[in-house]
């Protein structure tokens, strides 16, 4: 880590960040002093966590650091339980007919479905084609029997921290996936492994690492940085203060 750089946003949890991606998102929001507030915290959380990789899995840390493959590690509780093939559990529940509780083994059994995108953080940072691979989050739904008076998903993590949620609209949408591979490899733990959400058109918050529950609900109740100030309606480009310009 290198303190001489800035700190980083509220949802950046390395100092190598992307400063004119932050005074444009602290600038358009006017969320500079709950960023300031929440990042030593994140920051904190991220050295320990390196500290613990170096000491065991060198080759992991690498991968880890900026510019590795471009992506950047993020969480916002210090450590995160690990959860193998043999331990990982996915819950389905809430406002269904057929609650259910799926292993790993079983998730790999079913229908994947491969997509290349480019991931977008909210903080500027971005991944071109990047492909993920899972279960598609209308299939699970549908197994369940999702009841006539629910409207919203909501997500919740084996860190026992980060929440998300999505519309049921936006949930059923084939490029949502419970996504068990990431650049067609298995998901490793610093990525969410053994499974996390992935909502392709969405900001990168709204991808839920370390997935455990997926919960159906009559009402969207705002995830982890959206209770922080980001938007529910995640949409690349259309959400955030980010609006495109359009085009014609
Ligand atoms: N459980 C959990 N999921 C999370 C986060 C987190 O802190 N905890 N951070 C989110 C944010 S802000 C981003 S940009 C991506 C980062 O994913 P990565 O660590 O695989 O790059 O995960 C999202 N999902
Ligand atoms: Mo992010």
Not at 132 to 147: H, I, N, Q
Not at 168 to 191: I, N
Not at 192 to 206: S, T
Request: aromatic share 8%.
């Amino acid at each position: 880590m290198n303190s001489e750089q800035p700190p980083p946003p509220p949802d950046e949890g390395d100092a190598r960040g992307t400063p004119v991606g932050r005074r444009v998102f602290l600038g358009t929001l006017g969320l500079g002093a709950l960023g300031v507030v929440t990042a030593p915290s994140l920051q904190r959380g991220l050295e320990s966590f390196l500290a613990g990789a170096a000491d065991k899995d060198p080759t992991g840390l690498t991968g880890l650091l900026p510019n590795g493959g471009g992506f950047r590690y993020y969480s916002v509780t210090s450590s995160v339980p690990r959860r193998t093939a043999a331990t990982y559990r996915l819950t389905v529940d809430g406002l269904v007919d057929r609650p259910a509780t799926y292993t790993l083994p079983e998730l790999k059994a079913l229908p994947q479905t491969r997509m290349v995108r480019d991931v977008q953080c909210v903080t500027g940072w971005r991944v071109p084609h990047t492909p993920f691979e899972g279960v598609r989050l209308s299939r699970l739904l549908d197994a369940a029997g999702v009841r006539p008076s629910a409207r919203a998903v909501r997500f919740t993590c084996f860190d026992g921290a980060y929440s998300e949620s999505l519309t049921l609209d936006q949930a059923r949408r084939p490029d949502v996936l419970v996504a068990l591979r990431m650049r067609d490899e298995d998901l490793g733990h610093a990525h969410g492994g053994p499974a996390r959400l992935y909502v392709a058109p969405m900001y990168f918050y709204k991808s839920a690492k370390w997935l455990s529950g997926i919960t159906v609900t009559e009402d969207v109740e705002p995830g982890y940085w959206e209770e922080r100030g980001y938007d529910v309606d995640a949409w690349v480009g259309r959400s955030n203060g980010r609006d495109d310009e359009p085009t014609h």
